[in-house]
């Protein structure tokens, strides 16, 4: 039977071009669409049927050929596996939640690199994914009817600490990413921010400016609040102001010397 593509990739999905690709390749094999022995159909006429490019299909036929889905023989072409050669383990499944809107953006210059790193590690372990943006209200449920393994939250607010305790007195396992909390029994990784606004300081220091300030810092995020204040303390040790401001501060004739946006 030959590779029906029932759909091309989603751009606007928050799940890698190359994981959809991925993900519908081992679907025809699971549906029997492609046979054991049967070669898959060349790079170009896959990057047309998938509406993507070379190196996008190229990544996802070597994870399949890793993974033991696809066998690629040298001069010959790429051959779906016999089943004995195939995983004999099952998958496991990560979900990856949040409910801030922006987050599922891949142009986003913080999220974007983040979610591309952590759809890359999981896929050298062998997980799967499932993305969604949902009120975390909903992660514990979803969480269970979703079957899956353990959770990645993206928590980055304060607030989000008590979403966290709750997933914790319900035994769900998680990590959650971007977040620095008071309980640090809470099983979160945090954002290195201080070194990076201690080296933009320095260098507007350098530059002669003694009046600083931070503008539109974010401080209900937890590692930008934490980034802020070591920042901030650090600062204090040269006597040197260092103001949390917003637009309208600058607007309205702040005295100051030079900022951080």
Sequence with gaps: MPLRVRRKVERGSSKLI?????????????????????????????????????????????????????????????????PNSRPSTATMTFAVVWYRRGISEQQNIYWGPLLRGIA????????????REMNPSFYREFFH???????????????DEMVLRELRSHRIPFVATSSVYEDKSLPCVGIDNFEGVKKALEHLWSLGHRKIAIV????????????????ANSWAKRATPLTPAGRSFIQTGGALTGMLW
């Design 18 to 82: 190359y994981l959809q690709v991925k993900e519908m390749l081992r679907s025809s094999i699971e549906r029997g669409e492609l046979k054991p022995g049967e070669p898959l159909p060349g790079r170009v006429k896959l990057c047309e049927m998938f509406g993507t490019n070379r190196l996008t299909v190229d990544r996802a036929i070597r994870e399949l050929v890793r993974e033991g889905w696809l066998v690629s023989v040298k001069g010959k072409g790429t051959f779906v596996s016999h």
């Design 120 to 131: 890359e590690m999981t896929s050298q372990l062998g997980i799967q994914l499932q993305f």
């Design 145 to 159: 009817e979703s079957h899956c393994d353990g959770m990645i939250v993206l928590a980055p607010l304060l607030e």
């Design 216 to 231: 539109d810092l974010d401080l209900r995020q937890t590692d930008l609040h934490k980034g802020g204040t070591l920042s």
